[in-house]
């Protein structure tokens, strides 16, 4: 079983910063990939970051250039800086992982969920 436990939303001011942490426990023998999505009131969950296992980054165009993300493979654990806040980034954030187990197999899991409002 492979858990992972996100912190870091929250209530912020626009223009405000947040940073988002996800921690990967379990039954892990390599990451090949960590993300972060959002899901806004009434709108489908969407890509917003991803970091492959070889360090590339991609991210969503609407937040280019404001957020960050960034990997500690030793504690496998993703970050995601948010910076320049808007209120349209308001959104419940989930992490995913893709990893392989002590069997190879590709698998993936998603975290609980942690709301971010950016709100005057």
């Known amino acids: 079983q492979v858990q992972l436990v996100e912190s870091g939303g929250g209530l912020v001011q626009p223009g405000g910063s947040l940073r988002l942490s996800c921690a990967a426990s379990g039954s892990i023998k390599s990451i090949y990939a960590m993300a972060w999505y959002r899901q806004a009131p009434g709108k489908q969950r969407e890509l917003v970051s991803e970091i492959i296992s070889g360090g590339s980054t991609n991210y969503a165009d609407s937040v280019k250039g404001r957020f960050i993300i960034s990997r500690d493979n030793a504690k496998n654990t993703v970050y995601l800086r948010m910076n320049s806040l808007k209120p349209e980034d308001t959104a419940v954030y989930y992490c995913?992982?893709?990893?392989?187990?002590?069997?190879?197999?590709?698998?993936?899991?998603w975290g609980q969920g942690t709301l971010v409002t950016v709100s005057s």
């Open positions: 995913n992982v893709v990893y392989y187990d002590e069997r190879y197999r590709r698998l993936g899991v």
